[in-house]
């Protein structure tokens, strides 16, 4: 199943770009805060993948941290599929593709 996605920062606003879930299930991804936040702060991370479902200070820090250092937010996916998509069985709040 393919997901039309809004790519949400201040270089790509208004891009859409296509990515289904295997795709992303199959991506060298790391997920979790502390990972994610590492991955972007060391400039590993090429696109950041956060929960819409997800507590609002949480998100909050992920898009600033995102914003600042210029790589694409999609915050279009619930903790339940972002989970599955990550191939862990909770939920799962942010992940970031790192190749």
Request: charged residues 25%; positive net charge; proline residues 2%.
């Amino acid at each position: 199943m393919l997901y039309l996605r809004r790519i949400k920062n201040t270089k790509t606003e208004g891009i859409y770009i296509f990515m289904d879930m295997p795709e992303l299930s199959d991506a060298k991804k790391v997920v979790g805060l502390n990972q994610t936040k590492k991955a972007v702060n060391s400039g590993r991370a090429k696109m950041v993948f956060a929960a819409k479902d997800a507590d609002g200070q949480f998100l909050l820090q992920v898009k600033r941290l995102c914003e600042g250092k210029s790589v694409p937010i999609d915050e279009n996916m619930t903790m339940a599929e972002l989970g599955s998509a990550c191939k862990i069985d909770v939920g799962c709040a942010v992940c970031a593709v790192t190749e």
